[in-house]
């Protein structure tokens, strides 16, 4: 049994710290809402390592190498990750690897989600299926890591001891996490390029430590309610700060709670403290956890140190001196301890435009009609999976030495999903190869693929997404509307506006969704979307009505901002649904916006060829 026990666990790990001059892989994560680290992309940490070069005081914009975490800035001084437009916080910490291991080889272990995409394993257990990968054992128990899950090699798949449920697994080659040599701190988790001595009086710094004492307002807070027999009433507070001692250590006094309501950055307690004397804070790790952290926990007031300012928290757009992820952090934090701050309101993203009469409205030029509707879905049956396959493929005779990367046997040898499928007249060796991209894999993993997936006669390369036919999603039935309104959106003053709504109902879901049967839910309709009314944003527009019909542009899943199941989301699809700002990054002006979107319509199959037909 490939069962990898604490010991092997140290050796890949940060419990142990290397001496000075071994290199060591480092991994960027982030606190989830269960209490799990979980970690960036290899590219994302290369970004972060190097604006810590440059500024280990500084921010980091995670928009400029990954489009998807476009709201999203780290701020390397309070290492929290700071959400723009709805001003969420998460906790980020530096962790270290052996360079042998998974994110030093660029090896991502993944598994299948209900929507078909695919979530990597955290870094602790991607590591553990790998070495069990690489030791040839047949399959893994990881329940050593407090999962109920047995991984099986020669199936790829992932099964639930519980209920028996299996999901396809996948192991990816990507970009190698970064290297960092010399010694290493004993922990990164908390705030990084503190120093000590006189402190500076830069505006940067002042609001620096002002949130410094924010932060550790509120964990004293936290630990009197908990505990309030195990620190004297009264008393300056002596235990572990939230942030490193210095200029902005904090002597707590008795005070009437600020902000009721108010939900302060969850999961930055660090875990296993103890108030002075001893008495454990059990569970203080999760305190991130939704309904945990309202205004009663936050019943004390702080002392500020000599000399900060009141904080005007108003930097929203980027525009001023603060970035506006140090700036919301730390009007937050302060507000919620109860320290004087001076909140000169953020403008609000202005989400709508002024009200229109209906003789305003009119037909968006050379885009036919001004409404769409989509039913449920009738799949194809007229063709089998296998015919379907076969039609997009030719069959290799004499297949290369190298890895399916569907079930990561090798090409030479049979498919891994042998015993799995047994369809007539294929064998587990037979191997195809994609007629326009040229990728090869055995003929069981495609089928296999398109079995797990819409089967809706279309087929995409896991390689390179190239997509074979037209592909449909699992969009709900709805409306969608489309006309001109007499006003210019920020950046196109020449132009009018395009504006789309997008209506979908609630529901029950259908075979094609998650949870066929059940209700799912339809947030924020309906969905208000903008365009320029110009030549490129009429194009867009057109391609969008085709991603419509071809239901692609919602689907059924988790929210992302809400953490909600069975919902309507977005599908991949950006759209600005912010009228005449872009305080929330989802307006203009955006002079890259209209090209994004095309490449996005693109990788779905819906491309410029699709108007022609």
Not at 62 to 68: A, H, M, N, P
Request: charged share 20%; hydrophobic share 35%.
């Amino acid at each position: 049994m490939a069962r990898q026990g604490a010991g092997a666990m140290l050796a890949s790990g940060t419990l142990g710290f290397p001496p000075q001059n071994l290199a060591r892989v480092v991994v960027w994560e982030w606190l989830n809402e269960h209490g799990r680290w979980r970690p960036y992309s290899a590219a994302v940490c290369h970004h972060i390592e190097n604006v810590l070069k440059e500024d280990a005081r500084g921010s980091v914009v995670l928009g400029q190498v990954d489009v998807q975490l476009t709201p999203y800035v780290i701020d390397l001084q309070s290492m929290h990750q700071f959400r723009q437009d709805t001003g969420t916080m998460r906790p980020v910490r530096r962790n270290f690897y052996d360079p042998s291991s998974a994110p030093g080889k660029g090896i991502v272990w993944e598994w299948e989600n209900d929507n078909s995409s695919w979530t990597p394993y955290d870094m602790d257990i991607c590591i553990t299926i790998q070495n069990a990968y690489e030791k040839q054992h047949p399959w893994l128990d990881l329940s050593s890591l407090g999962f109920c899950y047995l991984i099986y090699f020669s199936s790829m798949s992932q099964m639930n001891r519980q209920t028996q449920r299996k999901r396809r697994l996948r192991r990816r080659m990507d970009l190698a996490y970064p290297l960092t040599m010399g010694s290493i701190p004993k922990s990164q988790s908390w705030p990084v390029g503190t120093s000590t001595g006189t402190p500076c009086s830069c505006p940067q710094c002042l609001l620096v430590n002002s949130t410094r004492a924010a932060s550790n307002a509120i964990l004293a807070s936290q630990r009197r309610k908990l505990y309030p027999g195990a620190v004297r009433q009264s008393s300056t507070f002596a235990g572990a700060a939230l942030w490193p001692a210095g200029t902005g250590t904090v002597a707590v006094a008795g005070g009437t709670a600020k902000g009721e309501g108010l939900r302060v950055p969850g999961g930055a307690f660090a875990p296993n403290q103890s108030v002075p004397g001893g008495v454990p804070l059990p569970g203080l790790n999760n305190l991130n956890r939704p309904g945990t952290q309202r205004g009663a926990g936050l019943g004390a007031r702080a002392t500020v140190p000599p000399g900060v300012p009141a904080l005007p928290v108003k930097n929203l757009n980027g525009t001023g001196p603060v970035h506006p992820a140090l700036a919301g952090m730390t009007g937050i934090l302060m507000c919620a301890a109860g320290l004087p701050v001076c909140l000169t309101r953020a403008p609000k993203p202005i989400l709508h435009p002024p009200p229109i009469s209906k003789s305003d409205i009119k037909p968006v030029p050379g885009v036919n009609g001004i409404c769409r509707k989509t039913k449920k879905k009738h799949l194809k049956k007229s063709k089998t999976p296998e015919d379907v396959v076969r039609r997009y493929i030719q069959k290799v005779k004499n297949p290369p030495d190298e890895d399916c990367i569907i079930c990561m046997e090798r090409l030479v040898t049979s498919s891994g999903y042998e015993g799995v499928l047994s369809p007539r007249g294929i064998k587990a060796e037979v191997v195809g190869k994609l007629g326009k991209c040229g990728h090869m894999y055995h003929l069981l993993c495609l089928l296999a693929m398109y079995n797990n997936g819409n089967k809706d006669g279309s087929l995409q390369c896991p390689t390179c997404k190239a997509i074979y036919g037209e592909k449909t999603g699992t969009q709900p039935p709805g409306k969608m509307e489309f006309h001109l309104i007499p006003h210019s959106l920020p950046g196109y003053t020449d132009s009018k506006t395009i504006r789309i709504v997008y209506d979908i109902p609630t529901g029950i879901q259908g075979p094609e969704h998650p949870n066929p049967g059940k209700k799912f839910t339809a947030r924020g309709f309906p969905r208000h979307c903008y365009l320029p009314d110009n030549e490129k944003g009429r194009k867009v527009l057109k391609l969008l009505i085709v991603a419509w019909d071809r239901r692609l542009i919602f689907t059924i899943g988790t929210s992302n901002t809400t953490g909600e199941s069975d919902t309507v989301v977005w599908n991949e699809i950006h759209h600005k649904t912010e009228f005449g700002s872009n305080l929330t990054g989802h307006g203009y002006p955006d002079p890259n916006y209209l090209d994004n979107v095309l490449a996005e319509l693109l990788a779905q199959g819906v491309s410029e060829a699709t108007l022609k037909d």
